[in-house]
């Protein structure tokens, strides 16, 4: 067995562990009414569906890290053997799904010594600098070998090393083991689940996870996005914000001239995760009634008719949307690292189902968004009476924060379809910017639709101002949290938003939406320029870490000791050992 040197001292593994920094949240319990409610074929379903999920986990560390898997084992024994600090270790790599994170202050937490993180992750050979890449696949394009550099360059393959050269090894190829276990999962569940069109799908994703043809994972994802009717959730997900690699040819100008005299758009590789839920029907009711809204909103996106979108006027047939509680989270999906995703909208416009005419489906996690403990409404107090007005207060709305996120993920399907790619490195950043000033810029849109009153639209606009503020300035690497910072930083140099002199929070509330269509435009503009020099100067001028950011992130380190969570998945845990 391979030996590591464990990084963090006993004192800070400690404190790591402790309930006031690895924050738990809990998914559906074993006794939950949405479990008892299902009938008996969906409850023998869920028993397959939890087994292919687990075993993401060792496909997703693969990725992640080519050292995960041994230094998982390391620990194991090493707790097994008594040693504290390695049971410590095990603790904060299980809740992170890796031996590497970020924490919510935007610390990076290196579990063992001597082993950074890696710009290309597990995607490609560890002593693989940015420089040799780009100087290999140079020689490669001169060679001719515009196919193999093609494989390279896209967003379902493991790269190795080939003498002088690199290959491509499709992820149908290189975990075909786990691949052909979460397959025969798939096709278990199917023969029992009550819904024909998930069972469909099911068997669509197993053919797909088993054969070297994107086709086929067109053909899943399409069938994916049309569900809507059904009483269980369960998504591959495939994202592509860890890896940081395949983005950066771009940013060598004779390697990118090569690209594009060759048609190659590189596209950033797919980190692979697995969610297994419940649907909510009354959540799901609440989240249709905007569907109907989604291509009169596409007429409100700047420059609309300079690009194809997904959803388009006479069009509301692309977007499905759940409401989900969630059984489990594993792979990329269950990834605790300072934060978890409240919702998702996919595929994401690199997938081919959007090129057969698919859409895209919106699922929203129950568990990570509901927080009503004593604790948590407590500490959410602290919080606004730290940092927030007291005017103001009465605006602030937990469930606000929900309806804001079903505008941040509709716009995702709004906006340019493609293209973004030549952005590299800063794609993420700018696509979830766009999604976050959409939800607020088509706020008033909204209000005359009907969809929401002038108070819910007071809520939405303070919830959102005020979840704004973040405890510590992020790495570039964190696009959820850098766009939050740029966003902060534009209200504030357009006085729609201020603080006062007790450093309390202050929104100019008639400026808030007209403030947001403005950066919306210029996020727009960026992503229609398909130029990286343009997208990396937005990013960069925008972001800003002000004065007024370290103000209130001083007082949130006061309040909230948070640094990682964990989730707790019982009922997942009771159905894997069945």
Not at 309 to 324: A, H, L, R
Request: hydrophobic share 35%; glycine share 4%.
């Amino acid at each position: 067995m391979k030996n590591f040197e464990l990084n963090l001292s006993h004192e800070e593994l400690v404190k790591r562990t402790s309930k006031d920094c690895l924050i738990p949240k809990e998914m559906l319990k074993t006794d939950s009414k949405e479990y008892e409610s299902l009938a008996q074929g969906d409850k023998e379903a869920l028993i397959h569906l939890v087994k292919a999920a687990k075993a993401i986990d060792e496909v997703f560390m693969k990725q992640d890290n080519p050292y995960n898997l041994d230094f998982k084992a390391f620990l194991e024994e090493q707790s097994k053997n008594g040693n504290e600090d390695a049971q410590m270790t095990l603790t904060l790599f299980n809740a992170q799904i890796g031996m590497n994170a970020v924490d919510s202050e935007a610390n990076k937490i290196f579990l063992a010594k001597n082993l950074p993180e890696l710009p290309g992750k597990g995607f490609y050979p560890q002593d693989l600098s940015k420089d040799e890449f780009h100087n290999i696949l140079i020689k490669m394009l001169k060679n001719g070998e515009t196919e193999e550099v093609k494989n390279i360059l896209n967003q379902r393959s493991m790269v190795v090393r080939d003498g002088e050269k690199l290959k491509a090894i499709d992820y149908t190829e290189y975990f075909a083991k786990e691949f052909s276990y979460i397959a025969d999962e798939l096709e278990a569940a199917a023969e029992v689940s009550t819904n024909d069109d998930f069972n469909k799908y099911l068997k669509l994703q197993a053919i797909a996870l088993c054969e070297n043809n994107p086709q086929n994972d067109a053909y899943a994802d399409k069938k994916w996005a049309q569900l809507q009717d059904t009483p269980l959730e369960f998504t591959i997900s495939r994202e592509q914000y860890a890896d940081e690699m395949t983005g950066s040819v771009v940013e060598n100008e004779e390697l990118n001239n090569l690209l594009i005299q060759n048609n190659i758009e590189p596209i950033s590789k797919d980190s692979l995760g697995i969610r297994v839920g419940i649907v909510n029907k009354e959540g799901t009711a609440k989240l249709l009634e905007i569907k109907k809204y989604m291509p009169t909103l596409a007429q409100y996106m700047p420059y609309k008719d300079e690009y194809e979108q997904n959803i388009s006027e006479g069009d509301d047939e692309k977007q499905t949307m759940v409401d989900v509680d969630i059984v489990t989270l594993r792979g990329d999906e269950g990834t605790y690292r300072g934060g978890i995703t409240l919702a998702q909208n996919l595929p994401n416009n690199d997938k081919p189902s959007l090129k057969i005419g698919g859409g895209r489906r919106n699922v929203y996690h129950r568990q990570i968004r509901i927080s009503t403990s004593p604790e948590a409404k407590e500490k959410r107090q602290k919080r606004l009476d730290a940092t927030l007005s007291k005017d103001l207060h009465k605006y602030y709305n937990q469930e606000a924060d929900h309806w804001f996120t079903i505008g941040h993920e509709n716009v995702h399907s709004l906006g340019p379809k493609s293209g973004t790619e030549a952005l590299g490195k800063y794609k993420n950043i700018i696509e979830e910017n766009k999604a976050d000033m959409g939800s607020l810029a088509l706020l008033d849109v909204l209000v005359e639709l009907g969809m929401y009153s002038e108070d819910e639209k007071k809520q939405i606009i303070v919830t959102y101002a005020a979840d704004n503020f973040l405890k510590a300035k992020p790495t570039m690497s964190q696009a959820h949290r850098v766009r939050t910072v740029m966003q902060t930083k534009f209200f504030l140099e357009n006085k729609a938003i201020r603080l006062n002199s007790q450093g309390l929070l202050e929104i100019d509330m008639d400026k808030m939406v007209p403030t947001a269509q403005k950066m919306l435009a210029q996020i727009i503009r960026v992503q229609l320029s398909k130029d990286f020099a343009t997208g990396e100067k937005y990013v960069l001028d925008n972001f800003v870490w002000t004065d007024e950011m370290e103000t209130v992130a001083r007082k949130l380190k006061e309040i909230d000791k948070s640094l990682n969570g964990i989730l707790k998945t019982p009922l997942a845990d009771k159905l894997a050992s069945m």
